[in-house]
């Protein structure tokens, strides 16, 4: 810890159970579907990581701490570990600590009794008593004392920014999508493998939220039925990238065929089952071409 009084920690977020609960976490991860985890989406292995952490953290009484950039899904993990806590029927209350004046926090969060500072003119019930039995989420607590910092983190567990994890990309982007399609009547059905090496290429400073955002765009704006190139926004689609290099260099159609298979192998995470899907080709021509191109076929990163 820094000597400073306070401690900087960017946009994170707290989650203070308030109950002894035994989480139904591993049991709902039976049966659920093989990708998903609460609504989550991701099966890369810092995100697995992450839900070993709230399966562990979810049963105790312990602070959580949930760091992260923007939009990477603290809240969506403190409503996680809330639901499969036995606090599950129980409140979750959302403080936006942002709105509350720092002086105040403290006091606020855990009460005060009369007399205790100047203007303590009555005893008073702190957030974290009033979200009794149920799980209180402070929301944007930026900087906190370190004091404070010390009072509520107990386990941490930090998201990982998207760029970390490329290979969730495909699968996030197709959930959007599916979400779309399901809220919409006229909506595109797949996105070209180009636009998902786009995807999976970008930095996505915004994260899954910026993620999400493009892809709803992409669907409603769109005039295919395949999301293309230059559907995403400007920022994101590169497609003078794709004409540039593919003007620069006169490469065989082998070359082309080999290089393709790999981007599209790495797009899909290296699954196979995915990228067979995404090249429109059954999975044992993958087999046949990648053994013809001589393509490496497990992860090489
Ligand atoms: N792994 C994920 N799977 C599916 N949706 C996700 C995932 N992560 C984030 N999202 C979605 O992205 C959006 C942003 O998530 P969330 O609000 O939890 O982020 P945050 O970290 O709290 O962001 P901020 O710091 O800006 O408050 C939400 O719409 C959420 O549903
Ligand atoms: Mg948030």
Not at 74 to 86: D, F
Not at 272 to 298: N, Q
């Amino acid at each position: 810890m820094p000597e400073s009084p306070f401690t900087e920690i960017p946009r994170e977020s707290l989650t203070r159970p308030r109950r002894p609960s035994e989480g139904k976490f591993l049991e709902a991860i039976a049966q659920s579907e093989p990708d998903r985890t609460y609504g989550m989406i991701g099966t890369s292995k810092p995100m697995r990581d992450v839900y070993d952490m709230v399966a562990r953290v979810a049963p105790t009484t312990s602070t959580v701490l949930i760091q992260g950039e923007t939009g990477t899904g603290k809240e969506l993990i403190a409503r996680a570990i809330h639901s499969t806590s036995r606090r599950g029927e129980h409140p979750f209350v959302t403080v936006d600590c942002s709105a509350l004046a720092e002086s105040l926090l403290e006091s606020e969060l855990f009460g005060h009794v009369k007399g205790a500072f100047t203007g303590a003119q009555t005893d008073k019930r702190g957030l974290i008593e009033t979200a009794g039995g149920g799980t209180c989420f402070l929301d944007e607590i930026g900087e906190i004392s370190g004091d404070l910092f010390y009072r509520l983190s107990v386990v941490t567990i930090v998201l990982p920014p998207l760029r970390e994890r490329r290979e969730d990309i495909p699968l996030l982007a197709g959930h959007f999508l599916q979400a779309f399609r399901d809220a919409n009547e006229q909506a595109p059905s797949s996105i070209a493998p180009e636009t998902l090496a786009l995807l999976a290429g970008y930095d996505w400073p915004g994260n899954v939220r910026e993620l999400q955002h493009a892809i709803e765009r992409a669907a409603a704006l769109t005039t295919h039925t395949v999301l293309l190139p230059v559907d995403l926004p400007p920022n994101v689609g590169g497609a003078p990238r794709e004409a540039a290099s593919a003007a620069g260099s006169a490469l065989g159609l082998k070359d082309v065929v080999k290089d393709h298979i790999r981007r599209v192998l790495k797009v899909a995470g290296w699954n196979k089952k995915l990228a067979a899907e995404l090249l429109g080709i059954h999975r044992r021509t993958l087999y046949r071409l990648t053994k013809r191109h001589g393509i490496s076929l497990s992860r090489r990163d």
